[in-house]
């Protein structure tokens, strides 16, 4: 099993629980022990009180998690305004109030459409997994420490309010990875001299993955007890298509071998048949005569995926080569 399946986390579970219940599921089903599971890691973490989209990369998969978790992801959630807490969610108590609130939808539709146009400022909270010298910020939050912590520029593509009843304001957001909706919600209400934390979070896309193709965990393991294999289920993506959302390339037989013994200097040819992905969210373009930021591009051979180039500061390499998988997977016993 090389690939990843896409699981709707249920709320009350952290993302390493839902794969914890997904490798105990696993190993009852083939009567093994953990040490001979496949490697399994996760495309970007939910916070236990959300639900929603959660890759989970299975064998070979693990080794594309890192392209996952830059992708942009989309959630629907609800703030409720005139209160918040430590870490602008509902699962610590409330720390202040205001009877200040916003009045209009009209007003928070603005609001939110004028922070699509520009960069969106964001301080990460101390509540989080974000490691700071090697360790999560969340493991300091629980001792009491707190610490300086470097703002990063995110982008909000879409910011909609779809709907607003006093105090609590639904909303739906594409944003760029690594921001953090909670923080989002308690800046919103700060920007209309106001408070606010976020009630619900549920994450409908990341990258190219859509929530409507995911299962629950429950789902998964009743199939894995009933002797079905992980990459038969329909929330399964395989290997070669984890990466159908980046800009792609096509590679000749001939230089895949190339690639394969480290040659890079193919890689000018290769870039040539480059197709852009269709990213309405996308604010940069791959050409180098154009851009010279950080980009990454899946290479082909046909429909198999061979190597992911990269390039650093105008510069292309490869950054990742993968060979053809010479075992094949046993079936789960019936």
């Known amino acids: 099993m090389r690939g990843a399946l896409l699981i709707d986390k249920h709320e009350g579970v952290s993302s390493f629980g839902v794969i914890e219940e997904l490798q105990r599921s696993l190993m009852r089903a083939l009567g093994v022990k953990k040490r001979d599971l496949p490697k399994m890691g ?3 973490t939910l916070d236990p009180f959300a639900t929603g989209l959660l890759v989970v990369c299975v064998g070979q998969g693990v080794k594309l998690s890192r392209y996952f978790l830059d992708s942009p992801k989309k959630y629907e959630g609800t703030f409720r305004f005139g209160e918040t807490t430590v870490p602008g969610d509902p699962t610590a108590p409330i720390t ?26 964001q301080t990460p909270p101390m509540h989080s997994a974000k490691k700071v010298d090697g ?20 982008h909000l593509y879409q910011f909609e309010i779809l709907n607003y009843d006093k105090p609590r304001a639904h909303a739906r957001v594409l944003c760029s990875s690594g921001t953090y909706i909670r ?21 409908t896309a990341a990258g190219n993955f859509e929530i409507k193709n995911a299962w629950t965990v429950s789902q998964v ?21 984890l990466l159908t959302g980046m800009d792609r390339a096509q590679a000749t037989d001939a230089e895949v071998t190339a690639l394969i ?13 480059l197709t852009l992905a269709n990213k309405p969210y996308a ?4 050409d180098e005569s154009v851009d010279q930021s950080e980009h990454c591009v899946s290479i082909y051979e046909g429909s198999r995926l061979v190597a992911i180039a990269r390039r650093t500061g105008g510069v292309w390499g490869l950054d990742r080569v993968f060979t053809v998988p010479t075992l094949e997977a046993k079936p789960l016993p019936h």
């Open 261 to 273: 013994h480290g040659k890079q200097e193919v890689l000018v040819e290769i870039l040539k048949t």
């Open 96 to 121: 202040e109030k205001t009877d200040t609130v916003p009045d209009s939808i009209e007003i928070l539709r603005d609001l939110a459409h004028r922070m699509t146009l520009e960069p969106y400022i």
């Open 221 to 241: 393991i009743q199939a894995t007890e009933k002797g079905k294999r992980w990459d038969e289920l329909p929330c399964w993506v395989p290997f070669d298509e």
């Open 135 to 154: 360790r999560p910020l969340y493991e300091l939050a629980r001792q009491g420490i707190e610490i300086e912590r470097k703002a990063k520029s995110c």
């Open 283 to 286: 604010k940069q373009t791959p």
């Open 42 to 44: 996760h495309g970007g």
């Open 183 to 203: 923080t989002l919600a308690q800046d919103f209400a700060k920007m209309q001299a106001s408070l606010a934390l976020l009630e619900t979070l549920r994450r």
